[in-house]
């Protein structure tokens, strides 16, 4: 039997796959849904969830899928808002219980009667944010790059300027990996080795640079060992 995990993002699926193989677990992490980083849970990402959900509902007599784990942002919401997104999801596809925590598993039934145990999870730190929020909690390295842009943020503010949080931590992220951590070897090629945009690079060669023990992992760590 097999156990997966969706994701939101390429990236999530990337981080989530290397939180994995750290704890050693025998998780498959599933193709991400590819809701946009800039949109809200709603909507079309609804379609998305829920598309996603019909395709697993149909695989599942064929994968012999025994778990099943969602992983979405929490972004700024409350996480019980975000559940009731999740069990909106679940039973347009599924016949079961609702959700009503993370960690926890609920039991599900396919239209083709086959079972499984479903759960969900919000990447967050402190209760806000998303996987570049959670990254800039678990950095491992000196990080004076990174760190100046709090004074190119009041600057921007002193001139009537504003980046949001979610933006902000995009860009601290960014600047940590470009220049707080990358070689000068492959400061020759930044662009492939030192940026999101080939974050699978940077999990692979530079997984030091993240603190794979800080207390902020606790709770995502809980929630992969239900499947280990």
Known sequence: MS???????????????????QLNCDILVEKPIYIDDYEPLEGLSETKLITTLKALEADLPKRDIEKIGIIIDIDNHSE?????????????????????????????CGDNGTN??????????EGKGELETLLKAIKAKDSPYADCLDSWKICLENKGKKINHKEFDKFWISNYIRFDTCSKQDQKQAGNKCSMLHFDYVMKHKKDIWDW????????????????
């Open 3 to 21: 156990n997966i995990v969706i994701v939101e993002s390429k990236n999530d699926a990337i981080f989530m796959q290397a939180m994995v193989d």
């Open 80 to 108: 019980q808002e975000r559940v009731e997104f999740v069990n909106k999801c679940i039973k347009d596809v599924f016949d079961s219980e609702s959700l009503s925590s993370t960690k926890q598993f609920i039991d599900i």
């Open 116 to 125: 499984s145990k479903l759960a969900c999870y919000f990447t967050n730190f």
């Open 213 to 228: 023990d800080n207390p902020a992992l606790d709770d995502l760590k809980e929630f992969f060992k239900l499947f280990c």
